[in-house]
């Protein structure tokens, strides 16, 4: 056996035992003539003791450099009392060695490994050196949750009676959706696959065909802008339940994640959670997955404005879906003027032509715009904003959704800016899980000039809104339900159509798809709703969102084995590159760019 025990395994008890270790060489110490060596592996650290001796290996163990790979035999021995070490499992004991085998000596490292230092490493470089930035104990520890919550997650829906099952990752285009990787394929010249963006349409086949409760770890692509929480290649926890409501959904997630949390950190997440509709989410948060952690919400003052001398504000408040509404960030009147130039954009990036604003600075209102406002507006600005000494109020004046997207944006710097100033607290603990429901089935598309589905053109409407599809497609709801923790949207999912005439109909008439195009990308899933569909609805968590969450990072780029950086490139494998004539030829490609050629 290369080794009896783990790095992380021996106790008071297997004091006097014989044991074989293996790892890597973690720290080095040389103390009074005597040589100490933190042996690491997978599991933990274990402390080796080498003795001067006629045999050598102490010598020997002087030369090695961190991260060299070894193998120790030696017998476990108890630590004296003032030697203890509390902070690792295997404090208590050492082994002092006897023989030493050198399995493979480590080059000089790029940068170093322990956390506090590797961590200001330029995040590239320790992609590019991503398999030796794993082998730090943290981040094995975030692969170790990850394989934990995927248990959780498979156990729980085992145990409420789902089947994995895997679908295809090659499937055809649908272009309607996010931008998607196209597959050439070569025995079909001229024709191409794509990388599924979700197994939506297969897991609606399995319905079909029976299976009735699905789910499978999905890997997904996207051809999509990268960031934090986004990659080209992710993985779902998508899933597909026949002859369900919006409840049963709601049970089984809620079921799911309190699973999840409970066996990954011993965290009781109480439920039912809390629900909300996306109107009264944008109404109060300005975002449709909103953090409710904290305050800051959105006010509206629109009938307070309609005869305001502020011309701005009272058009706004005067004018048909226009609104006038405003946030109060308590505490933030001290707000540099960098910092007020960046809110500014960002309500700019928003539609907002400018952002207005108030502060109040010892008893006395500061802004621009104050001299419009009458007493009686100032006062009942007031009452309703709760403004006090060191309040700044910002205002949005537009159509209600871009009113609230702008202050939503406006809200969240806002937060960022008082926690960075100590005025804010969120805890770590602290997960505020929500279902936002009732979103708008379809929304207007002004550059297209028709109506684009607000989900997937699979979501079935509320029931009472159906007869809306013909009239006023914009009022009608979907069955669509987000599930939202802190501000994070972890998946999102929808009874769906099952009836074809319905769906054909939604393709047709409210989506204008050209019939011949319905029948190239959906024909076969009409057919199937031709014999026998059952009622059906689905979700897709986003596993690697909920992994993050459950790690506390911001990014998910911190809990992938081998992550993408921003630019979408692998930098340890030197990856996307070009390739060889011959195989673009084999695939009849022509690329007509000059690419570079590719390395010997």
């Not at 395994?9 to 060489?25: E, S």
């Not at 010598?59 to 108890?78: C, D, F, H, P």
């Amino acid at each position: 056996m290369s080794r009896t025990h783990s790095c992380n395994a021996l106790r008071p008890a297997d004091a006097g035992k014989t044991v074989t270790l293996a790892g890597w060489v973690d720290t080095k110490r040389d103390l009074g003539g005597v040589t100490f060596i933190d042996l690491r592996d997978r599991e933990g650290v274990t402390q080796i003791v080498f003795n001067p001796g006629a045999d050598g290996i102490q010598e020997v163990a002087q030369r090695l450099k961190t991260e060299s790979v070894i193998q120790v035999t030696g017998v476990v021995r108890a630590r004296t009392a003032e030697t203890v070490n509390p902070k690792i499992g295997t404090g208590a004991v050492e082994v002092a060695a006897a023989s030493l085998t050198v399995l493979n000596t480590c080059a000089d490292l790029p940068f170093p490994m322990e956390d506090d230092k590797a961590d200001k490493v330029n995040e590239d470089l320790r992609l590019e050196y991503r398999f030796l930035d794993l082998r730090r104990p943290r981040n094995l520890g975030l692969l170790k949750l990850r394989a934990q919550a995927a248990r959780s997650i498979r156990a729980e829906l085992d145990t409420q009676g789902f089947l994995e099952i895997e679908t295809p990752t090659l499937f055809k285009s649908t272009p309607e959706g996010a931008r998607e990787f196209l597959v050439p394929s070569r025995v079909n010249p001229g024709e191409f696959y794509a990388l599924t963006q979700s197994p939506q349409q297969y897991k609606q086949m399995l319905m079909v065909a029976g299976v009735e409760r699905y789910y499978q770890m999905a890997r997904c692509y996207r051809d999509e802008d990268l960031r934090a929480d986004r990659q080209p290649e992710f993985t779902q926890v998508d899933l597909e339940m026949s002859f369900i409501d919006r409840e049963d959904m709601y049970r089984l997630i809620e079921a799911v994640l309190r699973r999840t949390w409970k066996e990954t950190l011993g965290v009781d997440i109480p439920t039912p959670f809390p629900r909300m509709s996306y109107r009264e989410a944008m109404d109060r948060f300005g975002i449709d997955k909103p953090d409710t952690r904290f305050g800051l919400e959105i006010r509206d003052l629109t009938d307070l404005f309609k005869g305001s001398a502020f011309k701005v504000f009272a058009a706004a408040a005067n004018a048909e879906g226009s609104v006038v509404r405003a946030i109060n960030a308590k505490g933030l009147a001290d707000i540099t003027q960098g910092e007020l130039t960046n809110l500014e954009t960002i309500a700019k990036a928003a539609g907002a032509k400018g952002l207005a604003f108030i502060k109040c600075e010892a008893g006395e209102w500061k802004s621009p715009i104050v001299k419009f406002f009458t007493d009686a507006e100032k006062a009942e600005l007031k009452a309703r904003l709760n403004i006090e000494d060191g309040d700044i109020v910002f205002f949005a004046a537009a159509p209600w959704e871009q009113a609230s997207t702008i202050l939503g944006r406006i809200r969240l710097e806002s937060a960022q800016l008082l926690r960075a100033r100590g005025r804010m607290t969120l805890r770590p603990d602290q997960y505020n899980f929500l279902w936002v429901i009732e979103f708008p089935l379809m929304l207007w598309d002004e550059e297209e000039k028709r109506y684009v589905s607000a989900h997937h053109p699979f979501t079935a409407p509320v029931v009472e809104d159906e007869p809306l599809l013909a009239t006023d497609p914009a009022k009608v709801r979907g069955q669509h339900y987000d599930i939202v923790l802190n501000g994070v949207e972890l998946g999102g999912g929808s009874i769906r159509i099952h009836n074809p005439a319905v769906q054909k109909r939604v393709f047709e008439d409210v989506l204008k798809i050209p019939q011949d195009l319905v029948e190239s990308r959906f024909g076969y899933m009409l057919k199937a709703f031709s014999y026998g569909a059952p009622p059906h609805g689905g979700i897709a968590l986003g596993f690697d969102r909920v992994v993050a969450m459950l790690a506390g990072r911001s990014s998910i780029r911190d809990i992938l084995a081998f992550p993408k950086n921003q630019a979408g490139r692998d930098l340890m494998a030197d990856c996307p590159g070009p390739v060889a004539p011959r195989q673009l030829r084999d695939l009849r490609i022509q690329v007509t760019e000059e690419a570079p050629k590719p390395k010997a």
